[in-house]
C-alpha cells in the first residue's frame, strides 16, 4: 500500500489527480483510474504512471512521449496566450479548449503549432463511437434483424426493456455532448445541426422510454398486434452513426492543418553555433541570436535568415519559391531559414531569428487567411440563418401529416418520418463548404510560392481579367546590367570595360554599379583613380592610371572633341531595345560603348503566355521612358497596353480607370512606387523580392518574385473558387433532395420511406464529402 500511495504522489504533476478520492487519469485513454486498486502500471523517466487496463498500459510503453506531449486527455486545459476559434465562424475566440456557441464544433487553436499530439475531441469521440457501436450491433439484431427474419431472440414481452438497457449508455453518454450542445444553441439561440440531432433523438428515446414505462399513457390505437412499438434502435443507431461521421470529419479537418506543420517543420530545432574559438556547440534554435555564425553541413535544413560568410554549395529552396532548381550560395549570398544545402559546408552569420525569419512570417500569413472568410462565404451565413428553423417547422408539420392521413400506425409513422427530417438536414456541410477549401488553398498556395493574405483576394484573383504589371522588378529582374560592349579599332572588351569601372567607381548612379558589377565578374584588374568629376546630364570623367578617361553621351563627347558617328549606327540599335549606351573616350580618342540593361526575367516570357491563354488582358505600367517601355513589351509579347513616364499617383489613377469601365484589376509590382497602385487594384500582388512596404499593400504575395508563380496564383484562386461551388451546390442539392424524401413526399407513388438510421448515415456522408472534396485542392496541378 505504501507504495502504492508513494506512486500516487509522485504521479501528481503528469496525470490529472482527483484529490478528493484520490483517483487519476489514464494518460492513453483519459479513463479515470484507482491507483491501488488498478493492477497496471508503468514508470517513465522517474514517474508512475497508471491505467486502466492492460491494453493502455503496453500503448504507453510502446511510446510514451505520444501521451505525455499532449496533457489535455478529455478535458483539455487552456494554454496562456493561446487563442481558440472555430474553423466556421473566426470571430469567436476564446482563451481555451471548448466548442462553438454559434455552431457547436470544436474549437482549434488560432495560432499552428507542431504539437501532434491527438486532437482530444478525436480521441473523446473515438472512444464513444466504440462504445456505441459495441451497443448497436445487438440493438439492430434484436429490434430489426430478428423482424425481418421472422425470428425472435428475446420474448416480445422483455424486448423493449433489453433494447432500453443497450439504448441508454448510447443516448445519455455517447451522444452527452449532442445534448450539451443542442441545449446550448437553443439558449443561445443559435440553433445548428446538434439542435436537430438531440431533438430527433431526443424525441424517438423518450417516446420509446414512456412506452416501455407506461404504456397504458397510450391510446390503444398506437398498438401494433397488441404491443407497444418502440424505436430505441433510431435513437441508438442515429447517435453512433452521427458520432461516426463527427470522427471522419475531425480526422479530415485535421488534414487540412497540414500544410502549416509542414512549412513549420522545415525549419531544425537545433543549430550549431560557432564559439569564438571556432569550436561548434548545439543549440537550441531559440537560443540563436542575431549576429551568430552558424555551421550548416551538407544536406541539412538553415536554421534561420542570414549572409553566407564561408563555403560555398547549392541550396534547395523550392519551399520558398516552388522551383526544383538549386540555387549557387557563396559569400555575401541570402540564405533562408528552412531551406536545404546541397552537397557543401557553409557557415552563415544568422540576420533574422524567430519570428522574424521568412518562414514565420509566411506561416503566419497562410495561418491568418485560413482563417479569413470569403466574400461568397456571406451565401452560406443567408441560408444558415433560416435553415434550421424551417427544418424544424418542416419536421413539424411532417408529423401533423403523417398522423392525419398516414398509413398505420399513423403515430409511429409521424414519428419516425419527423425525426428523420431533423436527422438528414445538416447544416454543417453548408457551413464548412467554403472554410474548408479555403484552408486547403491557402496551404497549397505556400507551398507552390504563393501566399495569400485574406480569402477575399483569393477570391477576387478567380475574378480578374486585366492583370496591370510593373516593369523593373516585375517583368525585368530590377538590376541593371552591362548587355553588350563594342570596342573600336584600337582597344578591346576589357580596356574599356575596366577604364569605365575605374571611374564609375565613384559615382552612385545604378547604371554605374552596373559597370563595376561586370568588371567584377569579369575578374578585371581596375586602376587607381584620380581627379574624379561629374558634369550632370553629360557624364563622368577622370585620371585612370595617368589616362584621361571620360564617359558620357554624344553630347559629351563632342564637348570635348570626339566624334561619336563611329558608333551611332550601334548606340541607335541598342537604344531601340530599351538599353542605356555610355560612350567611352580614352586620351580624347573614342574607345567604345557600353549597353546597359535591365534583363527580362527568364520565366517572363512564358508566364505572360500562360496568363494570356488564361484568358487575361496584360497592362504594362513604368516610369521608364516611351522608347526603353516599348521596346521591353516588345522583346515579351503579348502585352496589350503600355503607359511610360508615370509616376506613382499616375499608377493608381490608371488602375481606377480601368476598374471604372468595368475591368477587375490585379496588380504585380515590387516597390514603394507600386504601394498605392497595388491598393488600388483588386487585388494587389507584391512580389516576394520586393520591399516591405509593397508587400503590406498587397493582398497576396509571391514569394520567389517570379511571374511564372502569377500562373500558380491565378490557376490556384480558380480551383479554390471552383472547389467552393462544388461544396455549396452539393449542400443545397443534398438538402434540397434528402429533407422532401425524408419527410415522405416520394411514399404516395413509390411507397420509399428514408428511415432515421439511413438519414443518419446520409447526414454524416454531407460533411465528410465536403471535407474530403476540399481537401482534392492539394492535388490540384498548377
Not at 86 to 113: F, K, Q, S, V
Not at 121 to 145: D, H, K, Q, Y
Not at 372 to 390: E, Y
Amino acid at each position: 500500500m505504501t507504495s502504492n500511495v508513494h506512486a500516487q504522489h509522485q504521479s501528481d504533476d503528469n496525470q490529472h489527480v482527483d484529490r478528493e478520492n484520490g483517483t487519476v487519469k489514464d494518460p492513453v485513454c483519459g479513463m479515470t483510474v484507482d491507483p491501488t486498486k488498478t493492477a497496471h502500471h508503468a514508470d517513465h523517466a522517474g514517474h508512475s504512471y497508471h491505467f486502466c487496463s492492460a491494453g493502455c498500459r503496453s500503448k504507453f510503453v510502446a511510446a510514451p512521449e505520444t501521451y505525455l506531449s499532449d496533457q489535455r486527455l478529455s478535458e483539455p486545459k487552456a494554454t496562456p496566450g493561446v487563442v481558440w476559434t472555430c474553423p466556421m465562424h473566426p470571430g469567436i475566440r476564446e482563451g481555451g479548449p471548448g466548442t462553438c456557441p454559434i455552431c457547436g464544433m470544436a474549437l482549434e487553436p488560432e495560432d499552428p503549432t507542431l504539437d501532434t499530439g491527438p486532437n482530444p475531441e478525436l480521441t473523446n469521440f473515438t472512444r464513444r463511437v466504440w462504445v456505441a457501436g459495441a451497443l448497436s450491433v445487438p440493438l439492430l439484431a434484436i429490434s430489426m434483424v430478428a423482424e425481418m427474419l421472422g425470428m425472435r431472440f428475446v420474448p416480445p414481452t422483455y424486448s423493449p426493456w433489453i433494447q432500453l438497457a443497450l439504448t441508454a449508455p448510447i443516448v445519455l453518454w455517447a451522444g452527452a455532448p449532442f445534448f450539451q450542445r443542442g441545449w446550448t444553441s437553443i439558449r443561445t439561440r443559435n440553433l445548428n445541426m446538434f439542435t436537430l440531432v438531440s431533438l430527433g433523438v431526443g424525441a424517438a428515446f423518450a417516446y420509446s422510454l414512456l412506452a416501455t414505462i407506461t404504456p397504458g399513457l397510450f391510446p390503444t390505437s398506437f398498438r401494433v398486434h397488441g404491443v407497444m412499438p418502440v424505436y430505441y434502435e433510431a435513437a441508438g443507431v442515429v447517435v453512433t452513426l452521427v458520432l461516426l461521421g463527427q470522427v471522419l470529419e475531425l480526422r479530415a479537418r485535421a488534414a487540412t492543418g497540414r500544410a502549416i506543420r509542414a512549412l513549420m517543420d522545415l525549419a531544425p530545432k537545433t543549430a550549431r553555433r560557432l564559439r569564438g574559438d571556432g569550436s561548434e556547440e548545439e543549440v537550441p534554435l531559440s537560443e540563436v541570436a542575431t549576429g551568430d555564425k552558424l555551421r550548416v553541413r551538407p544536406g541539412e535544413a538553415l536554421p534561420v535568415d542570414g549572409v553566407v560568410v564561408d563555403g560555398r554549395s547549392s541550396v534547395d529552396e523550392a519551399m520558398l519559391t516552388g522551383e526544383p532548381a538549386p540555387v549557387l550560395k557563396e559569400h555575401d549570398a541570402v540564405v533562408t531559414g528552412g531551406t536545404i544545402n546541397g552537397t557543401g559546408s557553409l557557415v552563415i552569420e544568422a540576420r533574422a531569428v524567430g519570428a522574424n525569419t521568412v518562414l514565420a512570417r509566411i506561416v503566419k500569413m497562410v495561418a491568418e487567411a485560413q482563417r479569413s472568410r470569403a466574400p461568397i462565404q456571406a451565401i452560406a451565413d443567408r441560408v444558415s440563418g433560416w435553415f434550421v428553423p424551417l427544418v424544424v417547422g418542416t419536421a413539424i408539420l411532417t408529423f401533423i401529416v403523417w398522423n392525419l392521413v398516414g398509413p398505420q400506425p399513423r403515430f409511429g409513422h409521424a414519428l419516425l418520418n419527423a425525426i428523420a427530417v431533423l436527422i438528414i438536414a445538416c447544416p454543417c456541410a453548408l457551413g464548412l463548404a467554403t472554410p474548408m477549401s479555403i484552408m486547403v488553398g491557402t496551404g497549397r498556395g505556400a507551398r507552390a510560392g504563393v501566399l495569400i493574405k485574406d480569402a477575399e483576394a483569393l477570391q477576387m484573383m478567380a475574378c480578374v481579367d486585366t492583370l496591370v504589371i510593373d516593369k523593373t522588378g516585375t517583368l525585368t529582374e530590377g538590376r541593371p546590367k552591362v548587355t553588350a560592349i563594342e570596342p573600336c579599332d584600337g582597344f578591346n572588351k576589357d580596356i574599356v570595360l575596366s577604364a569605365a569601372a575605374a571611374v564609375e567607381s565613384q559615382s552612385e548612379h545604378p547604371l554605374a554599379h552596373a559597370i563595376v558589377g561586370a568588371a567584377q565578374e569579369a575578374k578585371l584588374e581596375v586602376g587607381s583613380l584620380e581627379q574624379f568629376e561629374s558634369q550632370t546630364g553629360l557624364g563622368v570623367c577622370g585620371q585612370v592610371d595617368g589616362k584621361h578617361v571620360v564617359i558620357g553621351n554624344a553630347a559629351q563627347m563632342r564637348r570635348i572633341g570626339v566624334d561619336p558617328r563611329p558608333l551611332a549606327e550601334a548606340a541607335e540599335r541598342y537604344r531601340h531595345d530599351g538599353a542605356g549606351v555610355m560612350l567611352v573616350a580614352i586620351e580624347g580618342k573614342l574607345a567604345g560603348l557600353l549597353a546597359v540593361a535591365d534583363p527580362l526575367r527568364e520565366s517572363a516570357r512564358d508566364a505572360i503566355a500562360a496568363l494570356k491563354a488564361e484568358g487575361l488582358r496584360i497592362v504594362m505600367l513604368t516610369g521608364d521612358a516611351e522608347g526603353t517601355a516599348q521596346a521591353v513589351a516588345k522583346a515579351i509579347g503579348g502585352i496589350d497596353e503600355v503607359h511610360a513616364g508615370l509616376k506613382p499617383e499616375d499608377k493608381a489613377r490608371i488602375i481606377g480607370e480601368l476598374k471604372s469601365k468595368g475591368a477587375k484589376v490585379a496588380m504585380a509590382g515590387d516597390g514603394i512606387n507600386d504601394a498605392p497602385a497595388l491598393a488600388a487594384a483588386d487585388v494587389g500582388v507584391a512580389m516576394g523580392t520586393g520591399t516591405d512596404v509593397a508587400i503590406e499593400s498587397a493582398g497576396m504575395t509571391l514569394t520567389n518574385g517570379d511571374l511564372a508563380a502569377m500562373v500558380r496564383a491565378r490557376r490556384l484562386a480558380c480551383a479554390t473558387m471552383r472547389n467552393i461551388r462544388q461544396n455549396l451546390f452539393f449542400s443545397f442539392v443534398f438538402n434540397g433532395i434528402g429533407v422532401p424524401i425524408a419527410a415522405g413526399v416520394l411514399y404516395p407513388v413509390t411507397g420509399l420511406l428514408l428511415s432515421p438510421m439511413i438519414a443518419g448515415v446520409a447526414m454524416a456522408l454531407s460533411s465528410f464529402t465536403v471535407v474530403t472534396n476540399a481537401l482534392r485542392l492539394n492535388r490540384a496541378k498548377l
